[in-house]
Structures are given as C-alpha cells and as structure tokens.
C-alpha cells in the first residue's frame, strides 16, 4: 500500500512565485498525506516567503532556504539529506513549474511499493508524452536519450528525466556526497549509480507538460555539460570492461 511509506516530495524552486501556487494545491488534492519540502535558492521573485505562508498554513508543507543559486542538482541533494535526516520512506523529485502532473505521482508510488526500489517517469515510452513542447525541445530530450543510453549501456528510456521516486533504502546506496552533476546530468548520474549499485529501476510512462508561468532554467551550459560528462563516463566504463572491472561512477 502506498500509504504505508512516509512520502516526501522534494521541489527545488528558483523564480517559481506564479508557479508554485497552481503545483502545491493540486498536490494537496493529489495525495493530501505526502510532506512537500520547497527547497529555494533565495529567489528575488519571493518564492521563498510565498513558500512559508503555505507551510504556516499547512503542516504537510515544509521549506529549506540555501543562500543562493547553486544548481538543480545540489539543491535536490540538500532535500534528501533533509529528508533522510528524518525518516522517510519514499523521496520523489518533481519539478515545480506544473511540468510534471501530481496526477502522475500515483502510478509512480504504487510502482515503488509493488518492489521496484527507482521508478522514473518516462516521456518516451508507450502511454507516456509531451504537450505543448516544441520541436527543438522534443529532440534535444530524444537525441540527449538515445545518445546516453547508447553511450553507457544501460536501457533506460528517460535516464534524463526529473518526475521520479526513490526508496530512501536506494538513495542511501547511492554514495550521495560523491554526486557532483547539475541539470540533466544529475538525472543520469544517479540513474547510472541506481543501475550499477544492483537496485530495481522501473519506468512508468507520465505526461510532460511545457511550463505555462515563469522562464525555463535549460541552457546551453547544461546541454554541453551533460554530454561531456556522460561521454566521459561512457569511455571509462568501455576501458574498464575492456580490463575486466566494473567502474563506479565518479565526478568527471
């Protein structure tokens, strides 16, 4: 039973102030028992104290302010050391700018709690799309995919995506100091330990909708980092097969 498992969704936040209002109610009505930790990098739009007036009124709403912008990836590691610290059963990653639909968050909990130990919600699979993206969007997503799954051998469909659920048991297996990947490439990062590290990985196909308020975080900057680092990755785990061990992935 899905209820059985103490749920914490982690939501970074950076200028989501028109966001946030439309994501956190909908949650709310959703699955009204799982905790929400925003977790805002000191955002000039008020994000932040918009954040702690919903906490004040709801006690399954909790806030993490860091001092400034430090990236996607060490904003999430923050929230799940919060969450780790105080015994959840279950942390999920969900963006906060409505592109990934609570509606969705309960095909991956009952996936969780059937055994898998990782369920990543999944553009591009069958059940699975997106809305109201554009072209250059849905090939960038597509080709950076294919182009990772090649790379490193492993047969996750969305390795990049950021809707998905993690038993805390995982995470902890996870070597989670050692993460050094931001944007899209912490997506991968932790995929590829989750598959490495032995754990049950399943997908489950969502909907992802392109963000109606506020202005998309994607640069150029991530899309060069995320296929450095994965190609990097891809020619050490080819090296180390071709020695005969298994390489763990590290900071590249």
């Known amino acids: 039973m899905t209820d059985d498992l103490r749920t914490l969704v982690c939501v970074p936040t950076y200028n989501e102030a028109a966001s946030l209002p439309v994501l956190l109610p909908r ?3 959703v699955r009204p028992q799982v905790d929400v930790l925003v977790i805002d990098d000191r955002s000039p739009d008020g994000t932040g104290a ?13 806030v ?5 912008k430090g990236g996607l990836g060490a904003a999430y590691l923050a929230g799940f050391g919060w969450g780790l610290d105080r015994g959840y059963d279950v942390i999920v990653e969900m963006d906060a700018d409505g592109s990934h639909r609570p509606e969705d968050l309960e095909r991956l909990l009952a996936t969780l709690a059937d055994g898998a130990d990782v369920v990543l919600g999944t553009r ?3 059940g699975g799309s997106t809305v109201n993206w ?5 090939f960038l997503s597509v080709a950076g995919n294919r182009y990772a799954r090649g790379m490193l051998n492993v047969p996750m469909r969305d390795i990049t995506g950021g809707f998905r659920a993690y038993r805390t048991t995982a995470l902890r297996a996870l070597d989670l100091p050692t993460v050094r990947g931001e944007g899209y490439v912490f997506q991968v990062e ?3 330990r989750a598959a490495d590290a032995g754990l049950r990985i399943a ?3 969502i909907t992802f909708v392109e963000r109606e308020q506020g202005v998309s975080k994607m640069s150029r900057g991530i899309v060069v980092e995320a296929m450095r680092r994965v190609t990097v990755w891809g020619i050490q785990r080819r090296l180390a097969r071709l020695i005969g061990r298994r390489r763990p992935v590290r900071a590249a």
């Open 27 to 29: 949650l709310a009505e």
């Open 190 to 192: 932790l995929a590829l």
């Open 124 to 126: 591009w699979m069958p």
């Open 50 to 62: 918009l954040a702690d007036a919903f906490a004040e009124r709801d006690p399954h709403v909790h």
């Open 64 to 68: 993490l302010h860091r001092p400034g």
């Open 203 to 205: 997908e489950v196909p």
């Open 134 to 138: 554009p072209f250059r969007r849905r």
